[in-house]
């Protein structure tokens, strides 16, 4: 085997990067549904037979920094998977994230010694009680369909009951149908790039080369946070209600830098689970810490499991950072764990780390379905931008996806072919962001108009309080949302909770501003 010098390193992590982000561009041209094809909600990665990350995309962090708990969770279940094999797995108790997120792992090579090709994308329906599977609900089966790991395809050859199953539980079964495939095919061809790269190095070559990014990555992930403070740093936060009660959720981190350079986040005092869905699973407050701490370690880094080398979580059965099923969790994904990535960096803040205020926050998730103007059924999903928090170098960037998401704004052109709707307005919202020495970004006003009656939910955050400066900063604006009847009454929307829309009506949508960098 000829060795792995630093040339070739680089060459192995172009390779393997490489082939996540072409398994990502075939899902996104392949998929039918907009939620994947326009706003690019997915997201591929490759780890090695040990089940460690070896190389991802760029895609979705909230996605990737938990795909090692479902690649750890379908190893437990199948230990002789090969080339061929597929499973399917959607459970956030056993390796998922939330339900819309269908995770699909492919195996590569020889049984107990395959690598796997991860795709996940979010569905823009999953069933459960409400269009787009994302509305506040009292447990888990109300959010939709629970899919443990199961074989989709196997030896080559799909498994259609799997399917067929997963189609008879959704609104949109077509569209579920294209995604599905969609996946399927972006993961056969990270399939065959991978077999064509240990026909042409090596399998051993290849695993050597995983293990050495691995090195590499702890080493200079050290060496990156060496000026960080040893001791223990404490931040407390909490949560605007679960859409069902009002109260608070407290989150509790109390983040230690040991003296041997190990970084401890223990959340273990953090509330109990809550009757809403914000309850997060380990899996997305491991994404959420490996994310702040990639983002303070620089852009040099590659990401990859070397990361996890000297990290380590701690969170308490029963908890809103560790549920008991069956607690619904559908918001843990998408906003519990903005707010967890604010937690962290602070805590790093408070370590010595050049960290900027708080970005908006919230993916604010609005779902709408019903029946179409051709008596078709939808579902339609979105997050909408805002504000990012500035910094010490500049102002916040305005109307963007912030930190634990990456996806794009669905085009106006695209939305309105495909749904019953029409986009009356959308545009900065002006002075949203917060004050300060550099200014936090500005959120966005979005003004959509039902051509058929819907049904619709809000999962937003940062509605009572805007996210927080930094280094005497001032707070963004706060989000808020109403609607508009067509004889021009106004009536207040819930920031988490169900509406509905008469044709006519107008949904108008403000989302927060980042926080401002420094006094004035």
């Not at 490996?290 to 303070?296: F, H, I, S, W």
Request: net charge negative.
């Amino acid at each position: 085997m000829t060795p792995l010098n630093a040339v070739r390193l680089r060459v192995f992590h172009e390779l393997f990067t490489s082939i996540a982000e072409e398994c990502g561009e075939l899902l996104r041209q392949t998929a039918p549904s907009p939620n994947i094809r326009e706003r690019r909600d997915y997201s591929c990665a490759i780890f090695d037979a040990s089940g460690a990350l070896v190389a991802q995309a760029a895609h979705i962090p909230v996605h990737l920094g938990s795909a090692a708990l479902s690649i750890e969770a379908v190893r437990t279940r199948f230990d002789d998977l090969a080339t061929g094999d597929a499973i399917l797995l959607n459970d956030p108790y056993a390796g998922g994230t939330h339900l819309p997120d269908l995770t699909l792992i492919h195996a590569v090579g020889e049984p107990g010694a395959a690598w796997y090709v991860l795709t996940r994308a979010h569905h823009a329906d999953i069933g459960g009680s409400e269009p787009g599977s994302m509305a506040p609900a009292h447990d888990l089966p109300a959010e939709g369909l629970r899919i443990p790991p199961v074989h989709e395809s196997r030896r080559g050859v799909p498994v259609p009951e799997v399917e067929a199953l997963l189609l008879a539980n959704t609104r949109t079964p077509e569209q579920r149908r294209g995604d599905l495939r969609a996946q399927r095919q972006a993961g056969a061809l990270g399939v065959e790039r991978i077999l064509a790269m240990m026909d042409h190095h090596g399998v051993d070559t290849i695993a050597a080369a995983a293990v050495a990014l691995r090195e590499y990555t702890t080493r200079l992930f050290r060496a990156s946070l060496a000026s960080l403070e040893n001791g223990t740093f404490a931040i407390r936060d909490a949560l605007e209600g679960d859409g069902i009660d009002d109260e608070p959720i407290g989150l509790a981190l109390e983040f230690t830098r040991t003296k041997q350079g190990r970084l401890v986040f223990d959340f273990q005092q953090s509330d109990d689970q809550c009757r809403g869905g914000l309850n997060a699973n380990p899996a997305i407050v491991l994404a959420a810490v490996l994310y702040a701490l990639a983002c303070v370690a620089g852009d040099e880094l590659p990401i990859n499991g070397g990361l996890l080398t000297d990290v380590e979580v701690r969170t308490r059965k029963g908890t809103v950072l560790d549920p008991e099923f069956p607690a619904a969790v559908a918001g843990g994904n998408v906003e519990t764990s903005q707010r967890l990535v604010d937690m962290c960096l602070a805590a790093l803040g408070r370590a010595g780390a050049d960290v900027p205020a708080s970005s908006q926050g919230t993916m604010n998730n609005l779902t709408l379905g019903g029946t179409g103007l051709h008596g078709e059924a939808f579902a339609f999903y979105e997050t909408l931008a805002g504000g990012s928090g500035a910094s010490r170098t500049g102002v916040g960037a305005s109307c963007v996806q912030s930190h634990m998401t990456n996806t794009r704004n669905t085009p106006i052109e695209d939305c309105e072919l495909s749904q019953p709707l029409v986009i009356e307005r959308l545009h900065v919202r002006r002075r949203s962001g917060g004050r300060g020495h550099h200014r936090g970004g500005d959120g966005l006003v979005k003004e959509l108009r039902a051509l058929v009656p819907l049904r619709g939910a809000l999962l937003s955050e940062r509605r009572v309080q805007g996210p927080p400066g930094r280094n005497g900063g001032q707070p963004g604006k706060p989000g808020r949302q109403w609607i508009v009847d067509a004889h021009g009454v106004r009536r207040k929307v819930s920031a988490k909770g169900r509406f509905s829309l008469a044709a006519g009506d107008r949904l108008i949508l403000e989302t927060p501003g980042g926080g401002g960098f420094g006094a004035t």
